[in-house]
C-alpha cells in the first residue's frame, strides 16, 4: 500500500468507504470496509489527515481515530456536497470528502466530548417528552369531548379532565373509555415525572461549571440556554467574532446580493434551531419584562418603538448570542449597561 496523506472515510451503520491519496494527490486506494474492521484498517496506517461528514455518529468515529494518532477533521455534509462528481454514491462520498478536507477554506466542526453529548441528549429527550406530554394532554381532551366533556385550555384545564376520569362515580363516561382514558392519564403522569427529573438534571448541568454560571447572569438566558449553548459550542474559538456564531445559529439576514447591490431578506434559520429557538423565546422573556417594567437599554426601547414585538426579539436574540460569545472567550462576567435616560 502507498503512503497515505489524506483520507475520506465516507460512515454508515455498517458498510464504510476509505478513500486514500498520497502526498502529491494520487490515488492510494478506495476500500471498502464492513463496520467491524474499520479500527483495525486505521490502527496498520501511519499518522494522517482523516475527513469526515459531521453527523449523530461522526464524533465517536473521531474520537476513535484521534486515539490511534490520526488527525481528524469533522465537516458539514453541505460544504462537502459541491465536492461530489456525477454520481452519487458511498465512494464518490468518500472521495469528496477527501477533496473537501484538504481546502483551506473549508469550515470544520470540533469534536465534541461524551459528556457534551450526554448534555445534549437531555436537551433532545427534554423536546421528545414535551411533545409526548402534548399529544397525550390533546388526546385526552379530544376523546373526552366526543362524550360532552370540555375544560379550559391550559394545565388547570386538563388537571379537571383527569379529576373526571379518576372518579369512577362519574356517570358521564362508559366503563371502555374510562379505562382508555385512565391509560393515558397513567401515560401523562408518568412523562409529567420524566420532565422534571430532567429540567433537574439540566438545571444541575449548567451549574455545576463556572461558564455555567457565568452565563446564567446574561437577562434572557436561564440554565436551558447555557447548558446547551457549552454542550453545542465546543470550541468557541472556532468562531472569529460573535456575528460569526449568530450567522452559524442562523439569526442573521440572508442575502440575495447581486451586481454591488446588498440585498438582505429575513433571517437565515439555518444552522441551530435549538439555540435559535431559545435565544428567541429568552429575548421574548426580556422584551415582556421591559414593557411591564421598562428598561436602562436605551437601543431596546427604540427599536420597540418602531419595529414590531417578533423583529425585536430576533434582533435581541441576536445580541443575546454576541454577548455569550465574548463571555466564552474572554472568562468574564456579564455587566449591565451604563443606565442612561431616553426621551419618551
Known sequence: MKSVATIGLDIAKSVFYVHGIDAAGQVAFRQRLTRGRVLAFFEKLAPCL???????????WARELIARGHEVRLMPAQYVKPYVKRGKNDAADAEAICEA?????????????PEQQSVMMLHRVRLMLNRQRTQLSNSIRSHLSEFGIVAPIGRRGIDQLLAIVANI????LPADARLCLQMLAAQLAVVKEQILENDRRV?????????GRRLMEIPGVGPLIASAFIASVADPAAFKTGRDLSAWIGLVPKQKSSGGKERLGSISKAGNRYLRQMLVVGATA????????GTHRPWLIQLMQRRTVKIAAVALANKLARIIWALMTSGERYREPAVAEVAA
Open 101 to 113: 478536507v484538504t481546502r483551506p477554506t473549508m469550515r470544520f466542526v470540533p469534536v465534541k466530548t
Open 50 to 60: 482523516i475527513g469526515l461528514e459531521a453527523c449523530g455518529n461522526s464524533h465517536y
Open 286 to 293: 426580556v422584551i415582556r419584562y421591559a414593557e411591564r417594567y
Open 169 to 172: 362515580e362519574d356517570t358521564r
Open 203 to 211: 438545571r444541575a448541568s449548567a451549574r455545576q461549571t463556572d461558564l
